[in-house]
């Protein structure tokens, strides 16, 4: 085979290029958080969890709601078949601290 009868590899290698450097800027793109949201913005994570059962456990989950920052503790049973709720609480919202206001009892005595 000459040079000129070869098939030219060239176009097909430029394309795994494109694809390889594609799915790297994904990965990077996700590590950065600008896809998918960040990981403080979990909606759900499991504060605690007790095994009843070869196949069941109890788990302990705080749900927070992303646009309001409402937080709410859910208790659920967990079994292959089915998941069920066992209690729910809302939680209150965290206090904010400002740094250099007394409190409000000490507002007074100070004057």
Same mark, same amino acid.
């Given at each position: 085979m000459t040079p000129? @009868?070869?098939p030219s590899f060239a176009p097909a290698l430029m &394309? &795994?290029?494109l694809l390889l450097a594609a799915a790297w800027g994904v990965k990077w793109l996700r590590q950065?958080? =600008?896809i998918g949201g960040s990981p403080d913005a979990q909606a759900i994570k499991v504060i605690s969890s007790l095994a #009843?059962?070869?196949q069941q456990? #109890? &788990? =302990? $989950? +705080? $749900?927070? +709601?992303?646009?309001?920052?409402a937080r709410h503790l859910l208790t659920v049973g =967990? @079994?292959?078949g089915q998941i069920t709720t066992l209690h729910s609480m809302a939680l209150a919202a965290p206090v904010q601290v400002? =740094?250099?206001v007394p409190p409000p009892d000490q507002a007074g005595a100070a004057s």
């Open positions: 000129d @009868t070869m &394309l &795994l290029a950065r958080n =600008v #009843v059962g070869p456990r #109890v &788990l =302990v $989950l +705080e $749900l927070i +709601e992303p646009g309001s920052r =967990v @079994t292959p400002s =740094v250099g």
